[in-house]
């Protein structure tokens, strides 16, 4: 009897709170054939950009370490810096000292989809933009998957396949190293460009047209990335729990860089 009284309850809150046409459609609604499995968890993206204005830049020895920003949000955010990460001049098209940043600066942040849960959290950045001129958007920056020759140019698939970029045959293309020119018949997988569109077609993959890229080729093309790392270890330096075998964590990560 309790329960068929709930169940009344439950039935006249919904008509009094909400369409009747609505209730009927939830009520026909095909149930899961397996109503315990989980969803799958979609995957996370390679990056995020946020948007923020600089508050504070940490440095040590003269080297920057982080940069501290404030979003339009008045939200904070602190953006670890590395000897990696990249620095682009939005209206020049060119690597941009990252000492030439200052307190005031409004800039944008490619970083990690990884953030802390400090306050204020803490997130690793890839790449800062800088430099924006007025209503134009700032440098897309994305990780080529793949490159096709097409028609109107070339072809780079990227966003874990949901987006297309097509190059045109006559874009400018230049090193992000040394902004001398490149051949865009050596782009491959792994590398990661920057560009500029404003307009996205809504398909999918969503398509976008650009004239311009500046590349930043791939870390493995280099002599140091690509050598193996060897890392031995004494029976007492490792302990087994589980049937894992563990191994120092400090020694390891100073090894790999």
């Not at 009094?16 to 799958?40: D, H, I, R, W």
Request: net charge negative; aromatic share 6%.
């Amino acid at each position: 009897m309790k329960r068929n009284v709930i169940t009344a309850l439950s039935l006249t809150a919904v008509l009094l709170c909400g369409p009747t046409t609505a209730f009927a459609q939830e009520a026909q609604a095909p149930v899961a054939e397996n109503p315990s499995a989980e969803a799958p968890i979609p995957a996370l993206p390679e990056r995020y950009l946020a948007y923020g204005k600089i508050t504070d830049i940490r440095k040590e020895n003269g080297v920057i370490k982080s940069i501290t920003a404030e979003d339009v949000q008045d939200q904070t955010v602190i953006y670890i810096v590395s000897e990696d990460t990249l620095c682009l001049d939005s209206g020049r098209g060119t690597q941009m000292d990252i000492n030439d940043l200052k307190v005031g600066d409004g800039v944008y942040f490619y970083h990690s989809p990884a953030m802390t849960m400090s306050i204020p959290p803490q997130t690793s950045v890839e790449a800062i933009v800088g430099n924006m001129p007025m209503d134009v958007a700032c440098a897309r920056f994305h990780t080529v998957e793949a490159v096709e020759n097409t028609q109107n140019g070339i072809r780079i698939t990227t966003d874990q396949g949901g987006l297309y970029i097509t190059v045109a045959k006559d874009a400018t293309a230049t090193s992000y190293a040394d902004n001398s020119a490149f051949d865009l018949a050596d782009l491959k997988e792994g590398d990661r460009i920057f560009t500029w569109y404003d307009v996205v077609a809504e398909s999918y993959p969503a398509q976008a047209g650009v004239n311009r890229v500046v590349v930043v080729p791939a870390a493995e093309d280099t002599e140091t990335a690509a050598s193996p790392v060897k890392i031995s270890y004494s029976k007492s330096e490792m302990t087994t729990k589980d049937d894992v075998t563990c191994v120092p964590l400090r020694e390891t990560a100073d090894a790999l860089g």
